[in-house]
């Protein structure tokens, strides 16, 4: 079994594609429901943010996969494979770990050290097992990539004073306007990137903050912990005339603020400057109206520069983020090639079983005049032995790492033992055989305490 990863970032797409792959549009449950139809997919996951769309998928033929993954983000999107294929990446096995860690911990994020990013990893997660198309390896990569991101928090500072998106929102307004206390500042969205944007501004001692959304109560929710002003959803006009500074964070589906609604709002204004950040994925303002004189508008993508600075002042942090990723992938990748003795390790059993019982029956006659205790006794005994004899070609293969030694000892042990001729593995076993090495894996997992923080600055 293979693990395959197809997906789309903000690395490789702009936000205009990002904008029409969201697989929230039409719901994560959705997407996983149609994937899982699919043929080549034994277990599915969807992890959708507004930087990414990726589908995880463990397959038995990766060829077979990549085709059907792609063909499923071009038709649940109504794409075109070529609009889609020049921005799709696919990794494989542990080079898809790699990734989903490194994203888990922050690092492949548009800010580094983002915090949100570990949370939404959870999400998938849970959406894929709520909708039962999670299985033994799709199980242990999210858990490992949850692993290794909290290691990532507890021994580097990679995500102290970590600049969210909603941060960077705030200090792209601090760069254009220096000091913002004599500044009026209108959020729109109560969510919870408007929350965290609105605390943000809140730290920056702002002169006024508005709050508006389309659901009254949330909007009146989040103003009451900020001490800002609500401003009803119809009067949305009237709030962008007096703001200086506009963000917008909701979870609309196609953009809330049109071009004639901004002129309108500029009219009043004689030409004192709008700067409106648009943070979120689809956009909530349309992209002609920063053509609108006097208007200056941002959006996600624009916050890139915002992150350089951040990257390049917690370089030594992302050097030590990056060495826990591998330490992770190793375990992984470690764990993936030991499953790759399991067929063996089932034949194996089954082999030694069937010469016990084989001889058990050549004895039956002799074994007559025994009580039914000493006969259970007897059976008992053999299979004790059986164990005993399998239990250190069982830990050796399972301790291997490397994927050639392992083929070459199941190889040998198929030809000693002739396991050709055992049989079609029996199912039942097979699972007790992966139980008792997550077990075994579980055990061999020596708590990892965390070093003691030393005090810096990010």
């Not at 071009?74 to 494989?92: C, G, I, N, S, V």
């Not at 039962?132 to 004073?161: D, I």
Request: hydrophobic fraction near 45%; charge should be neutral.
């Amino acid at each position: 079994m293979h693990l395959l990863l197809i997906g789309v970032s903000h690395r490789t797409a702009p936000i205009e594609l990002r904008e029409r792959l969201d697989f929230s549009a039409r719901g994560l449950s959705e997407a996983l429901a149609t994937l899982a139809g699919r043929p080549s997919g034994a277990e599915a996951a969807v992890l959708s943010t507004c930087n990414r769309a990726e589908v995880y998928l463990a397959c038995e033929n990766l060829d077979r996969g990549r085709g059907d993954a792609e063909q499923f983000f071009a038709d649940f999107h109504r794409l075109t494979h070529e609009e889609l294929r020049p921005h799709l990446y696919a990794k494989t096995d542990a080079e898809a770990a790699r990734h989903l860690f490194r994203v888990a911990a922050g690092l492949d994020s548009l800010v580094v050290g983002e915090p949100q990013i570990l949370g939404q990893v959870k999400d998938a997660y849970g959406h894929a097992n709520l909708q039962q198309t999670t299985g033994p390896l799709l199980k242990r990569l999210f858990t490992s990539a949850f692993t290794a991101g909290k290691r990532v928090r507890a021994e580097t500072r990679l995500a102290e004073g970590a600049v969210s998106v909603s941060y960077a929102a705030v200090a792209l307004a601090r760069k254009i306007f220096g000091d913002l206390k004599d500044r009026t500042v209108l959020v729109v969205g109560a969510g919870e990137m408007g929350k965290l944007t609105a605390l943000h501004m809140k730290s920056q001692g702002i002169r006024k903050m508005l709050i508006t959304s389309r659901t009254a109560t949330h909007a009146e929710g989040l103003a009451q912990a900020m001490e800002a002003t609500v401003i009803a959803w119809d009067r949305l006009v009237g709030a962008l005339s007096e703001s200086d500074i506009v963000i917008t964070a909701t979870g609309a589906s196609a953009p809330i603020i049109s071009r004639p609604l901004v002129e309108t709002a500029m009219r009043p204004r004689r030409h004192r400057p709008l700067f409106v950040i648009d943070i979120a994925v689809p956009r909530d303002v349309d992209p002609r109206a920063g053509n609108i004189e006097q208007v200056f508008l941002y959006n996600i993508d624009d916050l890139q520069a915002v992150v350089v600075e951040n990257v390049s002042r917690r370089t030594a942090e992302v050097d030590q983020a990056e060495a826990i990723v591998t330490e992770e992938v190793d375990r992984f990748r470690n764990w993936m090639q030991s499953r790759g003795a399991i067929p063996t390790v089932v034949a194996l059993r089954q082999r030694f079983e069937a010469v016990r019982r084989a001889e058990l029956e050549r004895l039956e006659p002799k074994l007559t005049g025994l009580s039914p205790e000493a006969r259970a006794r007897v059976d008992e005994v053999t299979r004790l032995i059986v164990e005993k004899l399998l239990i250190n070609p069982t830990e050796q293969l399972k301790s291997l790492s490397d994927s050639e030694t392992i083929a070459a000892y199941t190889d040998v042990l198929n030809r000693l033992f002739d396991l050709s001729r055992t049989g079609q593995a029996d199912s039942s076993l097979q699972k007790e055989l992966t139980a008792a090495f997550a077990a075994a894996d579980r055990r061999a997992e020596r708590p990892r305490s965390a070093p003691a923080k030393t005090s810096s600055s990010s």
